[in-house]
């Protein structure tokens, strides 16, 4: 009896080893998964970089529905003494969209990616949008930001037209101008982007590529973006940067309807409670001017940037 049960307990034994390794295998396997997708969604980021060069840190925000390729010739100039760090933003240009406010994402993930990176006092440049953000970034992080400096891009967009507008008035208006774009049909929407687009810049091959961009770019994603920016009031905000900031202007594109000095008298009134604030008037460039107004925007830059 014992000789035939022993045989039969080391059977059972066995299976029941193997069977705990299978076990112990599939609880192997699904702990693999779900540190991976945790991983996964941990390192996701409302932007994707690209680095490039060596020297001193910049980063580069391009604006609204626009690709951090609008850099490449700034980063062919700068590269050679900075290391540029050039952004696209999540829903902009093909980087897929993200679910949350794209502001707030990406004003606590540059601040996360300069800690992580170990960046010490990087020039922070931001274009339209992009200026936006980089305001925002320097006003909540103040410690991050070594020089700051923003392309044609206003703390109050919505005030343009109205000095007097108060915080709770643009915030009350943006969801209204958000019904708005989101009413439009896609036929209605492509058309209206890409025809504000052509007067935003100059050179045909340069329409062309910021249009193809604003194809490519997530329409919820740009108006939700467009939506916040409109609704937030930075000014009363200003006096909380302590980076020098130099901002580059545009007014050529509203020569038919204004003057340099009017266009300028503009920007000081917005940037009036930044001490120390530079206004730099672009002579030939329209919106984008990295693109328009290249050799000037470059010098400008670099003379500033160091």
């Known amino acids: 009896m ?37 991983g996964s969604a941990h390192a996701a980021t409302p932007f994707e970089v690209r680095v490039t060069g060596d020297g001193q840190d910049v980063l580069l925000i391009p604006g609204l529905a626009s690709s951090g390729a609008v850099w490449d010739e700034t980063v062919r100039q700068l590269s050679a003494h900075h290391r540029c760090h050039v952004f696209t933003l999540a829903g902009f240009a093909g980087v897929p969209a993200q679910p949350g406010p794209l502001l707030d994402d990406v004003d606590a993930a540059l601040a996360a990616y300069i800690e992580r990176q170990h960046l010490k006092a990087p020039v922070v440049v931001g274009h339209s949008l992009g200026g936006f953000v980089a305001l925002r970034l320097a006003i909540g992080h103040p410690a991050d930001v070594g020089k700051l400096v923003i392309v044609d891009a206003l703390p109050a967009l919505g005030a343009v037209r109205m000095d007097s507008a108060t915080p709770q ?15 439009q049909d896609a036929a209605a929407y492509a058309a209206g982007q890409a025809q504000q687009i052509a007067t935003l810049v100059t050179a045909p091959a340069d329409v062309a590529r910021v249009q193809a961009w604003g194809r490519q770019s997530d329409r919820v994603a740009v108006i939700d973006a467009m939506t916040d920016m409109i609704g937030l009031d930075l000014r009363p905000q200003l006096s909380a ?18 003057t340099l000095e009017a266009t300028r008298a503009l920007y000081e009134r917005q940037y009036k409670a930044l001490a120390g604030v530079q206004i730099a008037m672009s002579p030939a460039g329209r919106h984008f001017i990295m693109l328009d107004d290249a050799a000037w925007f470059e010098k400008t830059l670099e003379d500033f940037a160091g």
């Open 2 to 38: 014992s000789h035939t049960f022993t045989p039969l307990l080391r059977q059972a034994a066995a299976c029941a080893q193997r069977a705990l390794g299978t076990l112990f295998l599939h609880f192997a396997v699904v702990v693999a998964i779900v540190v991976a997708v945790m």
């Open 169 to 183: 008035q643009l915030h009350d208006f943006a969801p209204q101008m958000r019904a708005q774009l989101m009413a």
């Open 241 to 258: 940067i302590h980076a020098p900031t130099l901002v580059m202007g545009s007014w050529i594109a509203y020569k038919d309807v204004s």
